[in-house]
């Protein structure tokens, strides 16, 4: 397919659990978003890749959570010893250029992976 | 830091009937503003956007003006549809990453 695909599109997982969610961008798209939407609420930035290097992680919530684009394709977004506060979508986009400050490339959205911790 | 607020929904209209949603930014110079949409069980989709002040933003008979003076980019369109039922996000971009508001769920009724 032509856009953004995140694998799985549901994921159950108990308390303490590692998970990991994949995101493979539209193809040659250099930039890479990870964004978390909690229930009711806008997506909120986690982190950005500019091929593979991860150029802002600012928004990783804690040190629980980790990214990674190692060949600047497909993306993992792995969280170890999942809390219930973990429970949300979360969001991949991809644009075709960097993003400069100056950027007006608009993001392309998958789907999402929901993400529930019991 | 940067932000946006929208207004608070749900927000119910009858087919046909004209639709504001209100739009606020807080921002260090002038970012790109944008709308999203989000159908129900469908991701983000790109509706509109504005690169600089006095911008108009249009799609789909959905239109949006960048006005600095007032710091608003309200979503406005003459005439809903059933089909226009969904979740609409606000955003502004800061460097690369994308600031959202909380979303405004509009309903149509036929």
């Known amino acids: 397919g032509a856009g953004v695909s995140q694998s799985p599109r549901y994921k159950v997982a108990k308390r303490g659990q590692d998970v990991a969610l994949r995101c493979d961008p539209i193809s040659g798209h250099v930039s890479l978003f990870w964004y978390q939407q909690a229930l009711g609420q806008g997506p909120e930035f986690l982190t950005y890749f500019q091929n593979e290097a991860q150029l802002d992680k600012s928004g990783l919530p804690s040190d629980r959570f980790f990214a990674e684009r190692p060949e600047g394709s497909v993306s993992t977004l792995k969280i170890q010893r999942t809390q219930q506060e973990d429970s949300a979508v979360y969001l991949c986009a991809s644009s075709a250029r960097g993003g400069d400050l100056n950027s007006n490339q608009p993001q392309h959205f998958g789907d999402g992976t929901r993400l529930s911790i019991l | 830091g940067n932000s946006v607020t929208q207004m608070e929904g749900p927000v119910t209209l009858s087919e046909e009937a004209f639709l504001t949603i209100n739009c606020t930014y807080t921002?260090?110079?002038?970012?790109?503003l944008f709308w999203y949409v989000q159908y129900p069980g469908e991701g983000l989709q790109l509706l509109l956007k504005a690169t600089k002040a006095d911008d108009k933003g249009s799609n789909k008979g959905f239109e949006a003006t960048y006005r600095k003076e007032t710091t608003s980019f309200h979503l406005e369109k003459g005439s809903v549809q059933v089909s226009d039922s969904a979740v609409y996000f606000c955003a502004l971009r800061q460097g690369g990453k994308l600031i959202f508001g909380q979303g405004t769920e509009l309903s149509v009724k036929p």
């Open positions: 921002a260090t110079g002038y970012p790109s």
